[in-house]
């Protein structure tokens, strides 16, 4: 699941590169790729707190390069994190919240691809999206995320 981080965040920052800080995020209408950026990283953060049992209030920059630098520290550092403590429930979370924020961020793309995530890997997802997306739909504050189509 560490890998899993790693790649859907790779994949990720890729899509908002390209999208572009102003970009649209389709599934999650009311936010821009610099929102969704910051809130991927804020859980990043956060969730570092959690694993090290630090409870941290995320603070992100305002300016879109340095929450990009931002983020990258907080993907360093989250790593480290759950490197030392490899049982941690968070890891399959963070693992599977990250994916679903890259299929976001691939959302913003002016010719988005099919969103593909492996059999295995989707079936373990299956409780953050019980959990966290569907009711409310937290995932994108505010009840903004669409349903998959």
Do not use: Y
């Not at 590169?17 to 599934?27: R, S």
């Not at 403590?85 to 890259?102: C, F, K, N, Q, V």
């Amino acid at each position: 699941m560490l890998e899993a981080i790693d790649v859907h965040a790779d994949a990720l920052k890729r899509a908002a590169l390209k999208a572009g800080p102003a970009a649209k995020v389709p599934n999650c209408p009311k936010w821009t790729v610099h929102d969704l950026v910051t809130h991927v990283a804020s859980v990043h953060c956060a969730a570092i707190g959690l694993v090290l049992d630090r409870p941290v209030a995320p603070s992100p920059p305002p300016e879109w390069v340095d929450v990009l630098g931002w983020w990258d520290g907080q993907r360093l550092a989250l790593r480290e994190a759950l490197v030392r403590d490899p049982g941690s429930p968070w890891t399959g979370r963070l693992a599977h919240a990250t994916a679903i924020h890259r299929l976001d961020a691939e959302s913003a793309l002016a010719r988005p691809g099919p969103a593909r995530l492996s059999p295995e890997f989707a079936r373990g997802a299956d409780d953050l999206v019980c959990a966290v997306v569907l009711p409310g739909s937290a995932g994108c504050g505010s009840g903004d995320r669409l349903p998959a189509g």
